[in-house]
């Protein structure tokens, strides 16, 4: 089979690899459609944390269930997703039904290689139902997962102004699962395109560019005078993530999705003086990408909004580099293998 490995920064070559055998426990997908996320990006540039070299990217990913063992309720032909977030079972995280965060996690196309192939095994306890869904769709619940348990951590409850940093994906699937929780959404980021993507197809009711608007008197006005009381960061920018913590509401929470390799840094008093409380997300549950799947059902999040480019599996190689370039106005892009 044909796999697409990134051998080091800045560098993709295409490879004839053996086809996965089955193993107890384990399934084997055929891969449809793999999406590009922001980690991919970044492993592509050498700034993604956690992460080594060669490696086979991709955990958007979507398929047709080959062959499996110990998945009780799936068929083999069926339309399948998985959580790409392996994890051990027995260490604190995972005794507490925190997998996500697992002290010996193994994130698919990160610490293990993942589905810029032809075919993937993965365990079978990640597996999921297509319900349904469209590859396409289904390529795309793990982002917006990703979305969705940060506005869980967040705990946004209805009225609440939440402010996300960042219009990427990740930020935008924040931007729709703190609109369904109810708040009252503001998208921060220095793209106008992306900006303009919010307000027409997500119905995001304020956005800020801040290379052209004064950001605290924007977030005064808005929030008639109270700032958010929810800020989350999907920039991954030390720069964006340590300006934020001025745009706190007294008893605010800030929830960092984004990540980036340096150290956080803010004043302490004013921090304090506001009770204020920091907390990461880190990936998402099971919980979360049943979650994501129910809203698709309802029509309440229509993920192919987000799909802006389409390429074929042996084009990724040409194609890849060209995504990293804001100018080309990519939100997704979408790969195919049929």
């Not at 979507?62 to 110990?70: I, M």
């Not at 708040?183 to 919010?198: A, K, P, T, Y």
Request: aromatic share 10%.
């Amino acid at each position: 089979m044909k796999t697409l490995v990134c051998t080091k920064p800045g560098q993709f070559d295409y490879h004839e690899s053996e086809l996965p055998k089955l193993l107890p426990g384990q399934a084997i997908i055929r891969i449809k459609r793999i999406g590009i996320c922001g980690t991919d990006l970044h492993a592509f540039e050498g700034t993604q944390p956690f992460f080594e070299y060669p490696r086979i990217l991709g955990h958007e990913l979507a398929g047709e269930l080959v062959e499996f063992e110990g998945a009780p309720g799936f068929v083999a032909g069926e339309r399948v997703s998985f959580i790409p977030y392996f994890y051990c079972g027995v260490c604190v995280s995972c005794r507490a039904g925190l997998p996500n965060c697992c002290a010996n996690i193994k994130v698919c196309g990160v610490h293990v290689h993942g589905g810029f192939a032809e075919y993937l095994s993965v365990p079978s306890y990640a597996l999921l139902h297509g319900e349904g869904l469209s590859y396409d769709e289904l390529a795309l619940v793990e982002p917006l997962a990703i979305g969705a348990h940060g506005v869980r951590r967040a705990g946004v409850k209805p009225g609440e102004y939440v402010l996300v940093v960042g219009a990427g994906p990740i930020g935008l699937g924040i931007a729709e699962f703190a609109r369904i929780a109810g708040g009252n959404v503001i998208v921060m980021d220095i793209n106008d395109q992306r900006l303009s993507f919010c307000k027409d197809r997500l119905q995001v009711p304020y956005t800020i560019n801040p290379l052209h608007e004064d950001v605290m008197q924007k977030l005064k006005e808005i929030t008639h005078g109270d700032m958010p009381t929810v800020v989350i960061d999907a920039t991954g920018s030390l720069k964006a993530i340590n300006t934020a913590f001025q745009y706190m509401a007294h008893g605010a929470r800030y929830v960092l999705v984004g990540l980036q390799k340096g150290e956080i840094s803010f004043s302490h008093p004013e921090f304090h003086k506001r009770e204020a409380t920091l907390m990461s997300s880190r990936n998402a549950t099971r919980e979360d990408f049943e979650h994501v799947i129910a809203f698709m059902k309802k029509g309440l999040v229509e993920p192919t909004n987000y799909i802006t480019h389409r390429v074929l599996f042996d084009d990724v190689k040409a194609e890849f580099q060209s995504w990293l370039n804001p100018a080309n106005g990519v939100i997704k892009a979408m790969v195919q293998l049929d």
